[in-house]
């Protein structure tokens, strides 16, 4: 993750090489035309509902507000290719909350 260091010069050519990163450019990333914070919000449960829980099919998580997790036997296995997506999903996420936090500073600021 790129806020795993605090070396700052390793975050800065993290965050660098992240900007530059083919679909990554401001001019590419469509969904900052929205500056509401609840399609923010919309936009990251779809994610997390229909990506990362794979719509449900997700096995592994407790369910019913129970947090024992010693009812697993085992946790299943990751579906192939789903490492590659989920690390894609997070560093665009990362990109637009980057961008996103420099706009609304700017807004504020101004």
């Not at 660098?16 to 969904?31: I, P």
């Amino acid at each position: 993750m790129i806020t795993s260091s605090q070396n700052l010069t390793r975050l800065r050519n993290e965050a660098t090489a992240l900007r530059n990163r083919e679909g990554f450019q401001r001019s590419q990333l469509t969904e900052l035309e929205d500056t509401d914070f609840e399609l923010w919000v919309e936009e990251s449960f779809e994610i997390a509902t229909k990506i990362a829980y794979l719509n449900g099919r997700l096995i592994g998580a407790p369910r019913d507000g129970n947090k024992d997790c010693q009812a697993l036997a085992t946790a299943p296995v990751l579906p192939a290719g789903y490492i590659v997506s989920a690390s894609r999903i997070a560093d665009r996420g990362i990109t637009l909350a980057g961008y996103r936090l420099a706009d609304f500073l700017k807004f504020i600021l101004s």
